[in-house]
């Protein structure tokens, strides 16, 4: 079955990354004999916001709904239009309206990457954080009162559900259940709090019912963070509430690199919606036009696109040739962010070359 592929590049260097992305899933598909069709939207950008007064068509969802997946650049002009017009009339509406209720993050220390934990070996860190992306800590439930007053009062509940949490959880242990050290991490806050943080606990020691052979563990939030940077060849994945696991997947991917190579995906793992595959980066309006960007993120969000769809080989090969190229750590291929002195051209090519040799 062909895959058919949305691709919204955005804005500054969301639309220099995108093109490397493309030619590196291009060139997979052709070796492994993936049918892939791409079609490519200018909307989501400050651009289309100029001209139309809108960041989406009125018929985003229609137009959307055709694809299996959207590969995503990055938005916002901050300078230009504010990013709650641009972040929040673009990818927050694909986001919550194509039910992505996973946010998929890996942490993996590669070699060539400086990081703060480079004295640990590549291999010695790979895990995956899983967090929840639809509800928990970010409701719209709570309000304010006695507003301007030295009575003020503010509230915003944490709303969490069975149905919600159940299914990011089984998601957490299908992932672990995939993986050779069969592993999973809970974050938790149970001892501070009260209601929410001890049903979630309840609700992963139910779940962990249905997989006998994971190895199930739990730490709060506190320690847990400590442990990301101390020890985190400890962790297989790790599962988190929508704010624990923005904050975790944001220390992980931090912990092993630069933000240019870091991957994120959000998935709506039924497949009744299309899955959106981006970088964790911007659109860093500070580098844009120069074409220095470093494109590895985008890569290897086409990387667990593949995944995603299970071409696990194909999958395999394309991050085998990023670590190939990232290791052998040339100063001409690898871009300003990794202490080179290349172009988003010399290394997007480099790994697209790479691919090519296999
Ligand atoms: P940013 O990620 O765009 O940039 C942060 C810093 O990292 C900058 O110094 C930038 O030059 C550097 N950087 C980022 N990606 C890089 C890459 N691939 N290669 C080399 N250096 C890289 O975050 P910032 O500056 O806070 O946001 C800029 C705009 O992007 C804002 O409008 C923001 O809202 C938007 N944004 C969009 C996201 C998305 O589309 N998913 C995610 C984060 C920010
Ligand atoms: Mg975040």
Redesign the pocket.
Known sequence: KTLKIAVVP?D???VE?TPFGVQCLQAIGEIYNIPLQFEEFDFASVPYYKKHGDMLPKDWKTTLSQFDAIY?G?????DEVP?EV??WGS?LKFRREFDQYVNLRPCRLIKGVKSPLADRKPGDIDFWIVRENTEGEYSSIGGKIFEGTDREIVMQETVMTRFGVDRILKYAFDLAQSRPRKRLTSATKSNGISTTMPWWDARVREMAKNYPDINVDKYHIDILTAHFVQKPDIFDVVVGSNLFGDILSDLGPACTG???IAPSANINPEGKFPSLF??????????AGKG????V?MIWAGQMLLQHFGHTEAAEALLRAIENVLGRSQPDVL???MGGKGSTQSLGEAIINEVKSF
């Open positions: 955005g500054g260097i969301g990354v995503f990055a938005v916002g002009m901050p990013d641009t972040l990818l630069t933000i240019g981006e970088p964790v980066h911007g659109s860093a309006p500070d580098i220095v960007a470093n494109p993120g871009t300003a962010d």
